[in-house]
């Protein structure tokens, strides 16, 4: 039986074929394993330490804060300030980004964009949740404080992103654009091990996700995939299988690993959809991508949007390329609304 390869040794080892930093990404992903860690051991003892429950204020979007969003954005704030891989950060959690003007920071090459405990309202109900992370490389000058500019980049850009899953096991899967990785927590001994190599989508698609107690307000190509996934007449001549958490992370994941596609469409109550394209969209959409899938907004390719506003929203359809190129179809087909 061969030693388990642990997250640390598997970027040493595979630094060749990341093309821009060596050293760099392997402290710059180690950071954000230290700071998932803690966030893992605050969401584990949450109850015991009376950190669940909402805030009574909001965040940016105007959503009402849990606990832990705060707890956990600090962690990975401090985090990554501390050990000086990145210049500066953008969260979900915060209204505007933080340059790290500390001389350290200053000479990294290196932004982080984060959300730092999504689907946090399904805490209080034990479900799982989790931190999806993207990285790229700064358009200001090395040595200067960091600029807008260096977070509103198209998706295509990154470097990397991945995320971690705090469910019944602890994941963390990631991409540096040659293929997707999984590795995980082993709590006894406090390091990530390769638990699943090169994830890809299946062939066969099983699974749907998609919150259809807002059915009535899709646009009528989104209901009329919905009414197809439900028959027998589709691809696989059975009908796919419904399963929706509210956990990006969550749903992603189990659609990576079994085959399915996710669905957060405009609607009348999200015109322009209601998942941040920094944040959300743009680094699912690269996993999405290096797993052999697709991530479009209904009629354009994520990773091509180019951004206007570090909040900005964006509908997003990825999972399987064949069940994704259907719903293009079907929208292309009904291009009306509701």
């Not at 700071?35 to 009574?56: F, P, R």
């Not at 009908?239 to 690993?257: E, F, K, Q, W």
């Not at 469409?265 to 959809?273: E, I, K």
């Amino acid at each position: 039986m061969e030693r388990p390869i642990t997250l640390g040794e598997y970027i040493v080892e595979n630094q060749k074929d990341f093309a821009y930093a060596k050293g760099e990404l392997t402290a710059l992903l180690s950071s954000i394993k230290l700071a998932g860690k803690v966030v893992n051991e605050k969401i584990n003892k949450a109850g015991l330490a009376n950190i669940i429950g909402k805030l009574d204020k909001e965040n940016v979007q105007g959503e009402i804060q849990a606990k832990l969003d705060i707890i956990a954005n600090d962690v990975f704030v401090d985090t990554l300030r501390n050990r000086g891989e990145i210049c500066g950060l953008a969260s979900e959690e915060m209204e505007s980004f933080i340059s790290f003007d500390e001389t350290i920071n200053l000479d990294s090459k290196y932004v982080v964009l984060i959300d730092p405990l999504d689907g946090s309202s399904n805490i209080d109900v034990n479900v799982t949740v989790g931190t999806i992370f993207s990285i790229y490389r700064r358009i200001s000058p090395v040595g200067s404080p960091v600029t807008l500019e260096d977070f509103l980049q198209p998706g295509i850009n990154q470097i990397a992103a991945g995320y971690l899953i705090y469910g019944s096991s602890t994941i963390l899967v990631y991409t540096v654009g040659n293929g997707v990785n999984g590795f995980t927590f082993n709590p006894g001994v406090g390091s990530f091990f390769l638990s699943h190599p090169n994830i890809k989508f299946p062939d066969t698609a099983e699974i749907y996700s998609v919150n259809e107690g807002n059915y009535e307000h899709f646009p009528k190509g989104i209901k009329k995939f919905i009414k197809w996934a439900q028959l027998t007449d589709n691809l696989q001549n059975t009908p796919l299988t419904a399963r929706y958490t509210g956990s990006l992370v969550a749903d992603i994941h189990r659609n990576m690993l079994l085959g399915g596609i996710y669905l957060y469409p405009q609607g009348s109550l999200s015109p322009n959809g209601k998942l941040r394209l920094l944040y959300e969209a743009n680094p699912i959409a690269f996993i999405t991508e290096q797993a052999g899938g697709k991530a479009v907004d209904g009629k354009n390719r994520i990773l091509e949007i180019l951004p206007k506003e570090l909040h900005q929203r964006s509908p997003l359809i990825c999972g399987s390329k064949k069940l994704v190129d259907r719903v293009e179809n079907f929208i292309d087909k009904f291009p009306e609304g509701c």
